[in-house]
């Protein structure tokens, strides 16, 4: 059978484009398939966290960094939170940008790359995986799913049904002319106004991200909080786009025989902030890292063999993901308690902050929650609570 490439990776968002790189650095043959043609837009507010940036393995140019954030806000109510750093925690980024940057980089490295070529099935047959598009077919002996939420390349690894996900709504608005400084360097997240979930404002430079999300999807009419979320900012109500972000903690049904999932595609986001670039670049390299040993021992892409790769993502950020979840599951179930945790004086907010920022793990911060959850509890739903 003549194979098109040895790895086909279907999605070049930003885990397909950098285990695409990370391949063709090392001489292997890997073909990445997008259905758009790049630059393509891409719902998201462009938070890349510094752990993200430690996984990512190389610096941004400078060009698509949007701004350096060194203030951190959260609102709730008439209660305003602050927390700033001497370094910046998160880079804003302009998705259609990183993302193009990420798949010119892996081109430049050696990946061959087929834009507008939508994936329609992906086939296991007994030599290896036929990838067909709307307009050719392509075989390998390994396929990567890189195709963010919801994935077809993931139903063949037995992720079916409804996905478990955060429903969100954002969108670009010009930068507003009256308090025009409140924005630079700061992220901004509002609590509160759905019953789990959050919304947003990042600054871009030139215009705002906004948006909000939430994890308790089906409850709440999320067209009718954006508007008065949008409002009560006196920002511009302009059309939000929608999109979804898995709710993350599962690290296991991720490899078969000759196919592996990456990034969204396998789930893989924190189910407390929605953020998922961390994980799409971490990903991406264990993805890497396994291929190329694989290949170096000359171990053919079984499920069995593949399985390492499930197992290094469960050492590195599943156990922890785990915990998020755990966390989420509370804040799923007692909203208030959750949104809280932002307002009483125990530094649950700076704990919070130090896991973004890569300096302390879920796992950590569950463990210092649980005890302290009384005190929680006290405070929101105790009669002299002092923030009534
Ligand atoms: C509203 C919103 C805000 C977010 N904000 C943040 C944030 O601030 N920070 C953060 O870290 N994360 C954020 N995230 C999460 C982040 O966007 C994702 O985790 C990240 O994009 C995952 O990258 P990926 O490469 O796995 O998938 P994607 O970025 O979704 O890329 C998938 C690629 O696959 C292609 N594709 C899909 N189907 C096919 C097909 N059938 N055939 C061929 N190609 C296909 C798509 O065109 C796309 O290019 C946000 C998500 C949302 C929805």
Redesign the pocket.
């Known amino acids: 059978m003549a194979y098109s490439a040895e790895v086909i990776v ?7 484009s950098t285990l695409a790189g990370y391949l063709a650095e090392q001489d292997v043959d890997v073909l990445v ?4 043609f790049f630059p ?1 837009s ?8 510094s752990r ?1 940036l430690a996984a990512l393995g190389f610096s941004l140019p400078e060009t698509i960094v949007r701004e350096k954030c060194y203030t951190f806000r959260a609102v709730y109510g008439d209660t305003v939170r602050e927390a700033s750093f001497e370094e910046p925690y998160v880079f804003t980024v302009d ?1 259609k940008e990183l ?1 193009t940057f990420l798949l010119k980089r892996a081109r430049g490295l050696g990946a061959k790359v087929q834009q507008g ?3 329609i099935t992906v086939e296991s047959t007994r030599s290896g995986i036929v990838v067909q ?1 709307e307009t050719a077919s392509y075989r390998a002996p390994l396929v990567v799913g ?4 919801p994935s ?1 390349v993931a139903r063949l690894v037995g992720h079916q049904g409804p996905v478990n996900a955060a429903a ?1 709504l ?1 969108a670009d608005v010009p930068w507003p002319e009256e308090n025009s400084d409140r924005f630079h360097g700061t992220l901004e997240t509002h609590w509160g106004l759905s019953r789990w979930g959050y919304a947003w404002v ?1 600054p871009k430079k030139d215009h705002l991200s906004i ?1 909000l ?1 939430t994890w308790d999807r089906g409850q709440q009419n999320l067209k009718a909080l954006w508007t008065s979320f949008v409002q009560s900012q006196g920002l511009p109500l302009v059309k939000a786009q929608g ?3 898995p709710e993350g903690g599962k690290t296991k049904n991720q490899v078969t025989d000759n196919l592996l999932l ?4 396998a789930g893989f ?1 924190d189910p407390l902030t ?7 670049f971490m990903s991406a390299q264990i993805a890497a890292e396994t291929i190329l040993a694989l290949k170096k021992q000359g171990l053919a892409y079984t499920g069995n063999n593949l399985a390492r790769y499930e197992k290094t993502c469960w050492q590195l950020f599943g156990q922890d993901l785990r915990c998020a979840m755990r966390l989420n599951k509370i804040a799923k179930r007692y909203p208030k308690l959750w949104q809280q945790a932002f307002r009483v004086p125990v530094d649950w907010f700076a704990r919070a902050l130090q896991v973004v920022q890569g300096k302390a793990s879920y796992r950590q911060m569950y463990y210092w929650t649980l005890p302290r959850l009384p005190l929680l509890w006290a405070y929101t739903y105790a009669p002299t609570n002092y923030m009534r």
């Open positions: 279907v999605g070049g968002g930003p885990a397909g398939l997008d259905k758009e393509r891409k719902p998201c507010a462009g938070g890349v966290t993200a998705r993302d070529e939508k994936v598009t890189a195709d963010g939420i077809r969100c954002c990042f948006g999300g999109h979804l972000i990456v990034g969204d595609a986001a929605g953020e998922g670039l961390y994980y799409a």
